[in-house]
């Protein structure tokens, strides 16, 4: 079953969302810029928001 993201917002290129994952909530952070292979998942949504805030593009 894919996930239903809510809560999503975009800091930058980065969109950060919530999700439920087998009862528990995660916290996904993905560039959105062409060629940029970042995303990853956090426990907290405060961690997720920093990943965004201090990501930098390598394309």
Not at 6 to 12: A, M, P
Not at 40 to 57: G, N, Q, V
């Amino acid at each position: 079953m894919n996930p239903r993201f809510r809560n999503v917002r975009r800091i930058g290129p980065v969109n950060v969302a919530s999700y439920i994952d087998r009862g528990r909530n995660r916290h996904l952070a993905a560039c959105t810029a062409p060629r940029c292979d970042f995303s990853a998942e956090y426990d907290s949504r405060a961690a997720a928001e920093l990943a965004a805030r201090t990501h930098r593009c390598s394309a």
